[in-house]
């Protein structure tokens, strides 16, 4: 059974990057037809799917985020990260990390339990 679990910071100043990894156990990041993703729910708003990191490396980042994000992986770690630049207040919000054979959903088969980011002065 496969297990993600979030770590990074709980508070980010405005302008910092915010960088967040998933470490994954139960399954190997490299195995094929999956997307690793990451997701997140800002307060009293909708789940946002952010974007992913594919089996083979390859990635996919919504528009409005692609400026600003970037999804890595190490393989040897099995493990992704997150890394959002230029944060604002707008960008707090609780991060998942997730697993799916598809993109773009926010409801995938497999999530970790989120960890909240604030981002504050």
């Known amino acids: 059974q496969v297990q993600l679990q979030e770590s990074g910071p709980g508070l980010v100043k405005p302008s910092q990057t915010l960088s967040l990894t998933c470490t994954v156990s139960?399954?190997?990041?490299?195995?094929?037809?999956?997307?690793w993703s990451w997701i997140r729910q800002p307060p009293g708003k909708e789940l946002e799917w952010m974007g992913a990191?594919?089996?083979?490396?390859?990635?996919y980042i919504i528009p409005s985020l692609k400026s600003r994000t970037s999804i890595s992986r190490d393989t040897s770690k099995n493990q992704f990260t997150l890394q959002l630049s230029s944060v604002t207040p707008e960008d707090t919000a609780v991060y998942y990390c997730?697993?799916?054979?598809?993109?773009?959903?926010?409801?995938?088969?497999?999530r970790g339990q989120g960890t909240p980011v604030t981002v504050s002065s």
């Open positions: 997730a697993r799916d054979t598809v993109l773009f959903t926010t409801t995938p088969n497999e």
């Open positions: 139960g399954a190997s990041i490299s195995t094929n037809n999956y997307f």
């Open positions: 990191i594919s089996y083979s490396g390859s990635t």
